[in-house]
């Protein structure tokens, strides 16, 4: 790697994931291209995913790419929210179309007409849809990789209730779920919380949101869940008659996660040799590095090919014309969680060389330990990724009691600042004015027992907000 993780992130990230054979920059402008193991991460989330939300009665649709403008006219608050970032389509061919085309922003405007003609009763619900699909959203500056593209992958879920009970009880098991697949798979710790009125999803009521910290010290949003209430259905007129043949509206939920926390991990766990890929986020578990000479060579490989045998999703690199070395340097670039090396020596003692990606610290494995061995390290390895991020995540969190104090901490640290706030948008636009720092969210623990007064007016408190510089 020619540059360094610890002083030039940005440049670093690039190299690395590029070096990496995960993605590959297109000819359009903020589009890039999913290589084959980035694609296999992502099918690992959506596998997931997948899995547990077909237990809450989920089932997955797609819809049309293209979405009529009349559509997206139907709710003015949706409109305003996103009409900066919508790209449109207005000829085919040589001739103009007769209506404008949006390509998805996200997919409520071209949903919600059908499920005006789908839902009916009481009986229709709930209805519980979700879908895996490509998204545009034009208006920005300055993309980066995974990270802040003007296409990308993510999972739209649309859920219907008959009562805002129901839709309130769906937010807390599409956030558990989200958790898992963040801690659990990601190795990524995060702050839960509310969103803002100004920073919530636009025509909904609520955002819940995950927000992590690069290691830029900005912070990123992660998945969300939006509570819509009863906006979108009046404006799409998605209706049901009742137990009691009277007419109302459903309550709905959108949730999702992209392919941009796929770049926040790979951000978080790599170092100055490369990435670093989480164990259960990762295709390849193992890496077996045969060591010989034409002497050798046929005891060797025939070993190899053992032990490949007795480690899930473990491969041999027997590549003619690469030294040992060479290949050390480009799994650990790649970010394989284990690497075995095996050689003449080895054998005759019974043992393997095992190399954690995380540590680099070397030890010797007896091979019938082996396959118990690389469990527990696997193991080991997710908790001391999720443990150094954490800890990353926490130093970087840091309280201001006034609002000088915030903009020193700002200014010198970045990251998040834990502040008292009002809860008014006015306080919070000014601070973001002269700051630059948006309140990311609320997190949930942060809410217990508060007091005091809010940093910038000095009115009582009624939350504690995390503030940051963010993506």
């Given at each position: 790697?020619?540059?360094?993780?610890?002083?030039?992130?940005?440049?670093?990230?690039?190299?690395?994931?590029?070096?990496?054979?995960?993605?590959?920059?297109?000819?359009?402008?903020?589009?890039?291209?999913?290589?084959?193991?980035?694609?296999?991460?992502?099918?690992?989330?959506?596998?997931?995913?997948?899995?547990?939300?077909?237990?809450?009665?989920?089932?997955?649709?797609?819809?049309?790419?293209?979405?009529?403008?009349?559509?997206?006219?139907?709710?003015?608050?949706?409109?305003?929210?996103?009409?900066?970032?919508?790209?449109?389509?207005?000829?085919?061919?040589?001739?103009?179309?007769?209506?404008?085309?949006?390509?998805?922003?996200?997919?409520?405007?071209?949903?919600?007409?059908?499920?005006?003609?789908?839902?009916?009763?009481?009986?229709?619900?709930?209805?519980?849809?979700?879908?895996?699909s490509n998204i545009v959203r034009w208006e920005f500056n300055?993309?980066?990789?995974?990270?802040?593209?003007?296409?990308?992958?993510?999972?739209?879920?649309?859920?219907?209730?008959?009562?805002?009970?129901?839709?309130?009880?769906?937010?807390?098991?599409?956030?558990?779920?989200?958790?898992?697949?963040?801690?659990?798979?990601?190795?990524?710790?995060?702050?839960?919380?509310?969103?803002?009125?100004?920073?919530?999803?636009?025509?909904?009521?609520?955002?819940?949101?995950?927000?992590?910290?690069l290691p830029s010290k900005k912070a990123i949003q992660g998945?969300?869940?939006?509570?819509?209430?009863?906006?979108?259905?009046?404006?799409?007129?998605?209706?049901?008659?009742?137990?009691?043949?009277?007419?109302?509206?459903?309550?709905?939920?959108?949730?999702?996660?992209?392919?941009?926390?796929?770049?926040?991990?790979?951000?978080?766990?790599?170092?100055?040799?490369?990435?670093?890929?989480?164990?259960?986020?990762?295709?390849?578990?193992?890496?077996?590095?045969?060591?010989?000479?034409?002497?050798?060579?046929?005891?060797?490989?025939?070993?190899?090919?053992?032990?490949?045998?007795?480690?899930?999703?473990?491969?041999?690199?027997?590549?003619?014309?690469?030294?040992?070395?060479?290949?050390?340097?480009?799994?650990?670039?790649?970010?394989?969680?284990?690497?075995?090396?095996?050689?003449?020596?080895?054998?005759?003692?019974n043992q393997v060389v095992l190399v954690r990606r995380d540590?680099?610290?070397?030890?010797?494995?007896?091979?019938?330990?082996?396959?118990?061995?690389?469990?527990?390290?696997?193991?080991?390895?997710?908790?001391?990724?999720?443990?150094?991020?954490?800890?990353?995540?926490?130093?970087?969190?840091?309280?201001?009691?006034?609002?000088?104090?915030?903009?020193?901490?700002?200014?010198?640290?970045?990251?998040?600042?834990?502040?008292?706030?009002?809860?008014?948008?006015?306080?919070?636009?000014?601070?973001?004015?002269?700051?630059?720092?948006?309140?990311?969210?609320?997190?949930?623990?942060?809410?217990?027992?508060?007091?005091?007064?809010?940093?910038?007016?000095?009115?009582?408190?009624?939350?504690?907000?995390?503030?940051?510089?963010?993506?």
């Amino acid at each position: 790697m020619k540059n360094k993780k610890s002083s030039n992130f940005s440049e670093w990230y690039t190299e690395a994931i590029l070096s990496a054979e995960l993605m590959e920059y297109s000819d359009v402008s903020g589009c890039m291209i999913f290589r084959a193991e980035s694609i296999a991460m992502w099918e690992k989330i959506r596998d997931e995913l997948d899995k547990r939300i077909r237990k809450l009665g989920v089932k997955n649709v797609y819809f049309p790419l293209l979405i009529p403008e009349k559509f997206l006219k139907k709710e003015a608050e949706f409109m305003e929210g996103f009409s900066p970032e919508v790209a449109w389509v207005t000829h085919a061919g040589n001739s103009r179309l007769s209506e404008k085309l949006a390509i998805r922003p996200t997919s409520e405007a071209i949903m919600y007409p059908y499920l005006a003609k789908w839902i009916r009763s009481w009986k229709d619900l709930p209805f519980k849809m979700n879908q895996w699909s490509n998204i545009v959203r034009w208006e920005f500056n300055n993309p980066v990789p995974f990270l802040r593209t003007r296409e990308f992958l993510f999972n739209e879920g649309h859920t219907a209730f008959a009562t805002k009970k129901e839709a309130d009880e769906e937010v807390p098991k599409i956030m558990k779920i989200y958790n898992y697949i963040l801690k659990d798979m990601m190795a990524l710790p995060s702050y839960a919380g509310r969103k803002t009125d100004k920073e919530k999803f636009a025509g909904g009521l609520a955002s819940f949101s995950f927000e992590h910290i690069l290691p830029s010290k900005k912070a990123i949003q992660g998945p969300a869940v939006h509570q819509d209430g009863q906006n979108f259905s009046k404006a799409y007129n998605i209706s049901f008659l009742d137990q009691n043949k009277k007419k109302q509206y459903v309550w709905q939920n959108t949730w999702a996660i992209s392919t941009r926390n796929l770049g926040v991990m790979l951000a978080v766990h790599g170092d100055d040799r490369g990435l670093v890929i989480p164990p259960k986020m990762a295709s390849k578990k193992a890496v077996i590095i045969p060591i010989y000479n034409k002497n050798t060579k046929k005891e060797v490989l025939k070993n190899a090919n053992k032990i490949k045998k007795l480690i899930p999703d473990s491969f041999v690199d027997n590549r003619k014309d690469y030294s040992p070395g060479y290949k050390f340097h480009e799994w650990e670039l790649k970010g394989i969680p284990l690497r075995i090396e095996i050689g003449p020596r080895d054998i005759k003692n019974n043992q393997v060389v095992l190399v954690r990606r995380d540590t680099l610290k070397k030890t010797q494995v007896k091979i019938p330990a082996l396959k118990k061995t690389c469990k527990q390290e696997l193991e080991n390895m997710h908790k001391n990724l999720y443990t150094n991020a954490l800890k990353f995540m926490k130093e970087n969190t840091r309280e201001a009691k006034t609002y000088s104090e915030l903009k020193q901490i700002l200014k010198k640290h970045g990251g998040f600042v834990k502040a008292s706030w009002c809860g008014s948008q006015k306080c919070e636009e000014k601070i973001k004015d002269e700051t630059g720092a948006k309140i990311t969210n609320l997190p949930f623990e942060f809410q217990k027992n508060i007091k005091g007064n809010c940093i910038f007016c000095n009115e009582k408190a009624k939350h504690i907000a995390n503030f940051a510089k963010s993506y």
